[in-house]
Nanobody
Framework: QVQLVESGGGLVQPGGSLRLSCAAS????????MAWYRQAPGKQRELVAH???????NYADSVKGRFTISRDNAKNTVFLQMNSLKPEDTAVYYC?????????????WGQGTQVTISS
């Protein structure tokens, strides 16, 4: 059974920083893509940042220059460094991974971690 476990959310003031982590565990053969999504109250879930096993990276325009996604393939872990945080970054952040267990690729989601930006 594959699990994604997130950590690092919390409450910070505007302009502050947070670092999110997400570790995948279980019967993992390989991981292709890992990503962070977020969902604010009353809004649809949106992609924040995406990274492939080959280190190809994409960011939402709203976070470019402020957020950095990185990945430790040896530890099946993805990180999201968030700097210059704004109130509009407030949301539940979800980790995503496309994982191959044996022969099949499947999409997995973490449970979500709350990020609140407020003074």
């Amino acid at each position: 059974q594959v699990q994604l476990v997130e950590s690092g959310g919390g409450l910070v003031q505007p302009g502050g920083s947070l670092r999110l982590s997400c570790a995948a565990s279980g019967s993992i053969f390989s991981i292709y893509a890992m990503a962070w999504y977020r969902q604010a109250p009353g809004k649809q879930r949106e992609l924040v940042a995406h990274i492939t096993s080959g280190q190809t990276i994409n960011y939402a325009d709203s976070v470019k220059g402020r957020f950095t996604i990185s990945r430790d393939n040896a530890k099946n872990t993805v990180f999201l460094q968030m700097n210059s945080l704004k109130p509009e970054d407030t949301a539940v952040y979800y980790c995503y991974a496309r994982i191959r267990e044996t022969t099949a690729w499947r999409d997995y989601w973490g449970q979500g971690t709350q990020v609140t930006i407020s003074s």
